[in-house]
């Protein structure tokens, strides 16, 4: 779960006259979101405008950003294709900006429209919509001659760059700009960790965190299955989650079903001022995301967030995740549909606090250097 607010950096000097076009911008949540928006401050203030979908309690955000918003209802509720509605306002905006390049976030349906605008084009990737992208013959056909007409591709990781290279699309065209976390790490709340500590019931815990939306694919169930026979080692062992979504019922009731309901908190609704504590609570953090057909973990900001707080992680072995997490350097790297091994890492990183130290603290430095967002922006200045 990555902080809303883009990270305050340098902006590249000079570029072309910039239209992004995403239906994922904040104050929507979530990866993709936070990704662009993070990206676009990275970018020359004078030189991008932002086309995003219209959503509620925009003001908060765009008042903050130096570059251009423009809102609209980009998918169509009355015609066929939706996407096209999205066309003639981008051609208008184009026309009226004297824009020289567009950036699409979501091959499809938005590349659809940068093959029809005529304009170079660069391409931003994330993971699944490159899976999506592939469902069918038709969505590859178009996928691959999208991407074969775009200027240059950005990815979020090497696993989103190599399903790319599947499509036969030349290397060098390709470039890899990983996400940054974003979030606070000096001075923490004391007063505020205290709060938390005393509702949650946390005095005298170990304690193990996930953060991320409720879904199959974030593996937290099979966190759960491990409990049982972690918690005969660990007995005073917590489990908080940190997250929303669909699949909060049926984890309640897994963990009800194992004997393990005590031991599981779901912290829904946490503020990102408040996850800062979170993490700084946390012994160690857990997300052992796997694939679900083309649903898989881009990358998996989360884990560099947790990495920040010289946390050790515990990550599937799956999607963009080995881009994020070095096994056996910043945290433990597991087959995620295996419970003997989710729950093997969990208490080896309890049962040896010198190596769970170790892989925290490496974890901190390698952020520090590698992931941060004006380093990352610095690949692709020259093509922007």
Request: hydrophobic share 40%.
């Amino acid at each position: 779960m990555n902080q809303n607010m883009p990270a305050k950096g340098g902006s590249a000097s000079g570029g072309r006259k910039t239209l992004l076009i995403t239906i994922d911008f904040p104050p929507q949540t979530g990866g993709v979101a936070n990704y662009l928006a993070n990206f676009c401050q990275n970018l020359p203030d004078n030189k991008l405008v932002v086309l995003a979908n219209k959503v509620e309690n925009v003001h908060h955000f765009d008042g903050h950003q130096k570059y251009k918003i423009i809102r609209e209802n980009l998918l169509s509720r009355y015609f066929w294709p939706k996407w096209l509605r999205t066309y003639f306002i981008a051609r208008k905006i184009i026309r009226e900006e004297k824009i020289e390049q567009i950036i699409i976030s979501h091959i499809l349906p938005m590349g659809y429209i940068a093959l029809m605008l005529k304009l170079p084009f660069i391409i931003i990737l994330h993971g699944y919509d490159i899976m999506n992208a592939q469902k069918s013959s038709w969505k590859k056909y178009w996928a691959k001659k999208i991407l074969s007409k775009a200027r240059y591709i950005i990815v979020n990781s090497h696993n989103t760059q190599k399903q790319v290279l599947k499509l036969s699309i030349p290397e060098n065209k390709i470039t890899i700009v990983y996400p940054c976390p974003n979030i606070k790490t000096e001075q923490l709340n004391e007063h505020e960790k205290q709060i938390i500590k005393n509702e949650l019931n946390l005095h005298h815990k170990k304690i193990m965190i996930s953060v991320g939306r409720l879904t199959p694919r974030k593996g937290f169930d099979k966190v759960i299955e491990a409990l049982p026979e972690v918690i005969k080692q660990i007995p005073n062992l917590v489990y908080i989650i940190v997250g929303n979504g669909p699949d909060r019922e049926r984890l309640e009731k897994l963990a009800e079903d194992l004997k393990v309901r005590g031991n599981l908190i779901i912290a829904e609704d946490i503020p990102n001022s408040n996850l800062s504590a979170f993490y700084d609570l946390a012994n160690i953090f857990i997300m052992p995301a796997r694939q679900i057909g083309e649903d898989i973990e881009g990358f998996g900001i989360v884990y560099l967030e947790a990495n920040l707080f010289s946390k050790p992680v515990i990550a599937g072995r799956s999607g963009g995740v080995e881009d994020a997490v070095l096994d056996g350097q910043t945290g433990i790297l597991v087959n995620p549909e295996s419970v003997q091994e989710i729950g093997s890492a969990i208490l080896r990183l309890f049962n040896d606090p010198e190596l769970a130290n170790k892989l925290g603290i490496q974890g901190k430095e390698r952020v520090l250097l590698e992931f941060q967002w004006p380093k990352q922006i610095e690949k692709i200045k020259n093509i922007l």
